[in-house]
């Protein structure tokens, strides 16, 4: 690598040098690297070109996820949603034993990895409510259930927040079609009180479809409920969490 040694501080591209600031002073270099026609071709890469096919698949895995989900990616998420869905994505496939290598999908892997992922790494459903639900993945439908209790003394509390609402969000997805389809219920907005509030219950179907695999989530948003009825939605979605509980 090459340092600038003139008074001249070149930043750009001239030919085939590229000149820009680096951490010690102003530096040139070369362009360089692989053609995309020897990656796609030279037997040497075999090892690349498997690697940049799953990559492919994990990536497309992670869309259809977040875009199944695309109601907690509007209430609950963070800056790192995607890459960490993409990431998951990618265990999942490295996880199929059935294909070879480069040929493996996400359908064939182990989608239990993706059971407790989480939508904000701020904010938990393990560090907001704290009453454990109870959770029966039964054959055809899954339940979530909360004992009673009093909000606001087993609900993190929040400035400026008058209610919660708790819902169970299925997201049904045929990978090998590129299909998916979503369904929720709700608690309704409930008072972050000291009153105690009843036991609730959330419940959601199993659809039957083939190479459809289903993934129950449970979210729960803060919102601000006026004297005149007006509601208003957490501004900081951080702290909206969300997590994957049953994969089916």
Do not use: W
Not at 187 to 196: A, D, K, N, R
């Amino acid at each position: 690598m090459a340092r600038q040694s003139s008074f001249l501080k070149l930043e750009g591209t001239i030919g085939d040098v590229t000149f820009y600031k680096g951490r010690n002073g102003f530096k040139a270099r070369q362009k360089g690297g692989v053609s995309k026609n020897k990656i796609l071709n030279d037997p040497r890469f075999r090892r690349t070109r498997e690697n940049l096919q799953e990559f492919s698949r994990a990536a497309n895995a992670a869309k259809f996820l977040k875009d199944a989900f695309r109601v907690i990616a509007l209430k609950s998420s963070d800056g790192s949603l995607h890459n960490r869905l993409y990431s998951m994505a990618t265990k999942v496939i490295y996880s199929d034993a059935q294909s070879n290598r480069g040929e493996r999908k996400f359908e064939l892997g182990n989608m239990q990895l993706m059971k407790g992922f989480q939508f904000s790494k701020q904010s938990t459903i393990e560090n907001t409510i704290f009453k454990q639900p109870a959770i029966v993945d039964g054959p055809d439908q899954v339940t979530v259930s909360f004992p009673a209790m009093v909000p606001a003394t087993f609900l993190r509390t929040l400035v400026n927040t008058t209610h919660y609402r708790i819902s169970l969000i299925r997201a049904s997805i045929n990978f090998v079609e590129a299909t998916y389809s979503a369904d929720a219920v709700t608690s309704g907005e409930l008072p972050i009180s000291v009153e105690e509030q009843p036991a609730l219950t959330l419940t959601l179907p199993k659809p039957a479809a083939p190479d459809t695999h289903h993934f129950f989530a449970l979210a729960l948003e803060y919102l601000q409920v006026l004297e005149n009825g007006s509601k208003y939605d957490l501004y900081d979605l951080t702290q909206n969490p969300a997590t994957i509980l049953v994969v089916s």
